[in-house]
């Protein structure tokens, strides 16, 4: 995992940020303070939030789906973006890391717009799917445990509507699924899992190189 974009050296990657970043004073405070955290790499890079956030409006969505939250950047990036009765279900197993998220939520006036599940993933998509809501949403983002993300995808291809975007983080692995003197069981789920996309005939996709690798996924 990396908290900025792989590949760029230092000097270019903060004129990138000069020029393209426009972060609200709120998420600057989150990501200060995740910086600070144990697990700081599980945080998303400011340049991807920003991306994420322009996918959501150039889609006009106005439902969508996180699974894997920490702290908090993405769906309040998110949900930032998102129109005043825009929703966001986010998805987390953890009180811990997204108590600092409900407070950041709080201050920035978006608190009603995201519906936390602290619950196995899984079980909050099969339940949403049993509960009639498959076609509805307009966007989805997993950043969740890798190990699942074929499951992931499968649910949220179910629950995204036709036209919608799922984009799902840490494709690259650092550059690990490249190397093929890597085999532990992480980097070789998720080097499975980006063969599956690239052929899969469901969907049109980009593997975008920002941050720690991108793929967008449209459902056809």
């Known amino acids: 995992m990396t908290n900025q974009t792989l590949g760029l050296e230092q000097q270019l990657y903060e004129y990138l940020l000069s020029v393209s970043l426009r972060e609200p004073e709120i998420l600057t405070q989150l990501r200060q ?6 697990m700081a790499r599980m945080q998303i890079a400011p340049e991807q939030g920003h991306f994420l956030a322009l996918l959501v409006q150039l ?27 825009g929703k ?10 997204t108590t600092i998220a409900r407070r950041y939520w709080q201050q920035a006036g978006v608190a009603d717009k995201i519906d936390l599940h602290i619950a196995p993933a899984l079980e909050t998509l099969d339940k949403l799917l049993q509960a009639g809501e498959a076609d509805s949403f307009d966007f989805v983002f997993i950043d969740a445990d890798k190990s699942n ?3 992931y995808y499968e649910r949220s291809l179910q629950l995204i509507r036709p036209g919608g975007l799922i ?3 840490n494709v690259l692995w650092s550059g690990r ?13 998720i080097r499975a899992f980006n063969q599956k996309l690239h052929q899969d005939q469901r969907v049109t996709l980009s593997l975008i190189p920002i941050a720690d690798g991108l793929t967008l996924v449209r459902k056809s």
Do not use: M, W
């Open 33 to 38: 303070e995740t910086a600070q955290h144990p």
């Open 59 to 85: 889609l006009g969505a106005k439902k969508t789906l996180e699974l894997g939250v920490f702290t908090g950047y993405s769906a309040l990036v998110v949900a930032l973006a998102l129109p005043s009765a």
């Open 88 to 97: 966001v279900v986010a998805c987390d197993v953890s009180e811990e890391f």
């Open 149 to 151: 993300y074929e499951n």
């Open 167 to 169: 984009a799902i983080d």
């Open 177 to 189: 699924v490249a190397d093929p003197q890597i085999k532990d069981n992480r980097t070789k789920k």
